[in-house]
């Protein structure tokens, strides 16, 4: 559940941003449209923070609903909810410690990107799921 107080936060950012509506009716609809899809998209204030922030970084103007929405399912939240240090190896991969190169096969195949087998990693796979059943 979102705090009304940091939903109002998000949406004053929001409506910030270039082409936004300057009359009465314009501003007050925005502000309940971006409101409506923050609550159905953004599963807590940091999910909506994390949204706002990529908005703010990527859109070079007041984005449509419907951008809001595609973002509440893309954005992860910044506090991941303490996720374990990186181990040496996964951290070793420049990934920030998100991913793992898996080397070639015994065959030269390139066998691809995974998450690693440490702590992170299993914390990752589980954050994954939980994103795909979100979905």
Not at 41 to 63: E, N, T, Y
Not at 80 to 89: N, Q, T, Y
Not at 116 to 125: D, E, I, K, V
Request: glycine share 10%.
């Amino acid at each position: 559940m979102l705090s009304e107080r940091a939903l109002s936060t998000q949406v004053g950012r929001l409506m910030g941003l270039p082409f936004a509506p300057t009359d009465r009716d314009g501003i007050a609809g925005a502000i309940a449209e971006f409101k409506r899809v923050l609550r159905s998209g953004c599963k807590s204030d940091a999910h909506l923070v994390a949204v706002v922030d990529h908005i703010m970084d990527s859109s070079p103007r007041i984005p449509p609903p419907a951008e809001v929405l595609a973002a509440c399912a893309e954005v992860r939240p910044t506090d991941s909810g303490g996720l374990p240090a990186p181990c040496e190896r996964c951290r070793d991969n420049h990934s920030g410690g998100n991913w793992i190169d898996y080397g070639l096969d015994s065959d030269g195949n390139e066998r691809g990107w995974g998450r690693c087998s440490c702590a992170r990693g299993q914390a990752l796979r589980a954050l994954d799921r939980q994103h795909a059943n979100d979905r």
